[in-house]
């Protein structure tokens, strides 16, 4: 059996009444909510950035703690050195020619420590560094968080002016 044209699939005549036109729901747009996603995946990867940065700081702080220690001890062993030397000087228990070697070992402990000393000041420049990375690093994340949270007002302000389906 054909189906006429006008007639349903039961041979019936359908009925001349105008369709009435119902609004399709658009589609909600998904571009802030995508855009929010990256944000905060870029979020997490600069939080990691930062703890990074917030760690090589704190190594090369300790190391420069160690160095300045190996210094101070180096400082305080030529001083114990040359003042024990000096004492057995002044006490005649050693000649001249073993006081000139004692202050040759004194000379070169310092020169020991003078470069310690050095090293030190190296670390510091490294420390700096580390330090200004992680503060980049720190400032550059609270930036990403406010844009982040900005974003979500948004839209938030955006949704909310929306009309709901009960209207």
Do not use: H
């Amino acid at each position: 059996m054909s189906v006429r044209q006008g007639c349903d699939s039961m041979g019936r005549k359908r009925s001349k009444r105008e369709l009435i036109d119902v609004a399709e729901r658009k589609k909600e747009d998904k571009s802030l909510d995508k855009l929010i996603a990256v944000r905060r995946q870029r979020l997490d990867r600069m939080e990691f950035e930062r703890l990074e940065a917030r760690q090589q700081w704190r190594q090369q702080r300790a190391r420069l703690r160690q160095e300045k220690q190996g210094w101070s001890d180096a400082v305080a062993q030529a001083q114990a050195y040359w003042q024990q030397a000096r004492a057995g000087f002044f006490k005649m228990t050693t000649s001249s020619g073993q006081f000139r070697q004692s202050k040759a070992v004194y000379e070169r402990l310092q020169q020991a420590a003078a470069l310690l000393l050095q090293q030190a000041w190296q670390t510091v420049a490294a420390c700096r560094v580390a330090g200004r990375a992680f503060f980049d690093a720190n400032q550059q994340l609270s930036e990403a968080r406010r844009q982040l949270e900005k974003l979500s007002i948004l839209r938030d302000e955006i949704r909310s002016q929306r009309p709901s389906e009960d209207d």
